[in-house]
């Protein structure tokens, strides 16, 4: 698997995971509204799991910035290195 293969795969992992994570924040402060005063305590459990996903999730699209920003510094070396080859 080449260089730009990895990039690829790297950048569509850091798509899906910004989407899944933009989903899920807008799901919860809607939760939030529409759920009454007196809430019971599962939805309040189910809640606090999405809080701790979205959390998680936000934990994962991080790291997978860290290693976008990583392979483009590679490309970016490969590709001087290879101008400054000819």
Do not use: Y
Not at 42 to 67: F, K, M, S, Y
Request: glycine share 6%; aromatic share 4%; with cysteine.
């Amino acid at each position: 698997m080449g260089i730009w293969e990895v990039a690829a795969a790297v950048i569509a992992t850091f798509g899906a995971m910004v989407a899944i994570v933009a989903v899920a924040a807008a799901k919860v402060p809607r939760l939030r509204a529409t759920q009454p005063e007196s809430s019971s305590g599962d939805v309040t459990a189910r809640i606090e799991a999405l809080e701790n996903c979205v959390q998680g999730l936000q934990h994962d699209v991080a790291d997978t910035q860290e290693r976008l920003d990583f392979a483009e510094r590679l490309l970016s070396k490969s590709r001087e290195e290879r101008r400054i080859g000819s």
